[in-house]
T-cell receptor, first 111, second 117 residues
Framework: KQEVTQIPAALSVPEGENLVLNCSFT??????LQWFRQDPGKGLTSLLLIQSSQREQTSGRLNASLDKSSGRSTLYIAASQPGDSATYLCAVNTGGFKTIFGAGTRLFVKA | GAVVSQHPSRVICKSGTSVKIECRSL??????MFWYRQFPKKSLMLMAT?????????EQGVEKDKFLINHASLTLSTLTVTSAHPEDSSFYIC?????????????FGPGTRLTVT
């Protein structure tokens, strides 16, 4: 059974700091992994999608990596800003219409 | 990028009534749509998967008679919460899959906050 774990559960950093969010999954047989952002009371915003054949994806200040063999993904946020404060979720797609979400990391960037 | 909308964004209803939530893919055809439920400070839990023109597949523990899902077209799926109770209050999010077998990327709607009084 696929399980997705995100560490840390919460993170508070000063503005401008670079930070890394971690996601681990127990079964390496995945089709893709997605990172999402969720603002309080809002839906999900897709940040980055990494296919199983890819190692990383970049978008602006965000970089996501994927190591299938070790069951890990990281989301790197460069030069964090207060507007980055949100909950970040990772989700793995195991095929067969199954997407398993982690519990998320709540990020707070202090001005 | 692909856009998925949900309506309504917020709904308050009285206990015992039914509420319908719509999920639409605006600029693509979604062969598969998913309904998720999120409890406060918890992750999303998949409730059911629906394919256009066929019955939805419900996850274990989800009452199919309570959460009616209809996927009548390639751009519309509806979730009806029947005889709602306060414990049904939650944030409901739908997503749609474009049907590209090489991608399996899901596009998420903005969510619907249901409050049952």
């Amino acid at each position: 059974k696929q399980e997705v774990t995100q560490i840390p559960a919460a993170l508070s950093v000063p503005e401008g700091e670079n930070l890394v969010l971690n996601c681990s999954f127990t079964d390496s047989a995945i089709y893709n992994l997605q990172w999402f952002r969720q603002d309080p009371g809002k839906g999900l915003t897709s940040l980055l999608l990494i296919q199983s054949s890819q190692r990383e994806q970049t978008s602006g200040r965000l970089n996501a990596s994927l190591d299938k063999s070790s069951g890990r993904s990281t989301l790197y946020i460069a030069a964090s800003q207060p507007g980055d404060s949100a909950t970040y979720l990772c989700a793995v797609n195991t095929g067969g219409f199954k997407t398993i979400f982690g519990a998320g990391t709540r990020l707070f960037v202090k001005a | 990028g692909a856009v998925v909308s949900q309506h309504p964004s917020r709904v308050i209803c009285k206990s015992g009534t039914s509420v319908k939530i719509e999920c639409r893919s605006l600029d693509f055809q979604a062969t598969t749509m998913f309904w998720y439920r999120q409890f406060p400070k918890k992750s999303l839990m998949l409730m059911a998967t629906s394919n256009e023109g066929s019955k939805a597949t419900y996850e274990q523990g989800v009452e199919k008679d309570k959460f009616l899902i209809n996927h009548a077209s390639l751009t519309l799926s509806t979730l009806t919460v029947t005889s709602a109770h306060p414990e049904d209050s939650s944030f409901y999010i739908c997503s749609a899959e474009q049907g590209d077998l090489n991608s399996y990327e899901q596009y998420f709607g903005p969510g619907t906050r249901l409050t049952v009084t």
